[in-house]
């Protein structure tokens, strides 16, 4: 299971991808699923996590579900105010999933905004959004009231913070999509299995075919069909919706 705090020091643990995708192991509720993406916060160092869904239901009113640990004044404070619709990272997340990290700059346009969230400890962040192929779009924040983004740090983190993205997007759409309308099992080939396994170990295509004796062109079409057939944005989209439905094991 993913190690996190005092409890993962001197202890061996797995690659930090399988660390992650404990979080997709039989969750039964929203709840259950954000508290491991809580933990994987505090992990990244991060002490605040939120967690956006929109789904496309209704059509004529789609309905924005919110999952967050941010200090009650503050949620308060974001729903009086109407501060989704006027939110530039939200709107950020709508139009690109590019992360952005927060600054002066980036909340320009609401400013009362910034100030306010910064009172309450919200002062340093990243955010980066998802959309899958059903029209599922959601967007994962991770902030703290200190300590600002360093080049170092986001080369040595970022990565996970992405995959994390991409965890609690499939996880939590998951889980809101099949309360409105399900969830098909897709039907994916031996073959197809077999490249997504190695590509969630990290093998880049290169490296695949080299390990099944085929060409690279070969691996990239089965990728490519994997992605359609699980409806997800990437190839590591793809591994990750793949194994929360047990298509890997």
């Known amino acids: 299971m993913f190690l996190f705090g005092p409890a993962a020091k001197g202890l061996a643990m797995k690659s930090w991808q399988e660390d992650l995708l404990c979080i997709t192991e039989r969750p039964t509720c929203e709840q259950e699923v954000f508290e491991k993406l809580e933990n994987a916060a505090t992990a990244l160092g991060f002490t605040h996590c939120a967690y956006g869904l929109r789904l496309p239901h209704p059509l004529s009113n789609p309905k924005t579900i919110m999952l967050n640990n941010y200090p009650q004044g503050w949620r308060e404070r974001y729903a009086s105010q109407g501060y989704l619709k006027a939110d530039p990272t939200v709107l950020h997340g709508r139009q690109s999933q590019k992360p952005l990290i927060w600054s002066d700059n980036v909340f320009e346009p609401a400013r009362k905004l910034w100030e306010e969230a910064r009172s309450f400890g919200l002062c340093v962040g990243w955010a980066q959004s998802s959309l899958d192929a059903v029209d599922v779009g959601g967007m ?71 390990l099944l004796s085929v060409s690279e062109n070969t691996v990239k079409f089965h990728i490519k069909n994997a992605v359609a057939k699980l409806q997800t944005a990437n190839k590591t989209a793809a591994v990750v919706r793949a194994a929360m439905l047990g298509l890997l094991n």
């Open 140 to 210: 994962l924040t991770l902030s703290r009231p200190h300590d600002p983004l360093t080049s170092a740090e986001l080369e040595s983190q970022e990565i996970k913070m992405r995959w994390l993205v991409n965890i609690a997007h499939l996880s939590l759409s998951r889980i809101f999509n099949q309360k409105v309308v399900g969830q098909r099992q897709p039907d994916l080939t031996g073959r197809e299995i077999e490249i997504l396994k190695w590509t969630g170990d990290g093998k880049t295509s290169g490296e695949i075919s080299d």
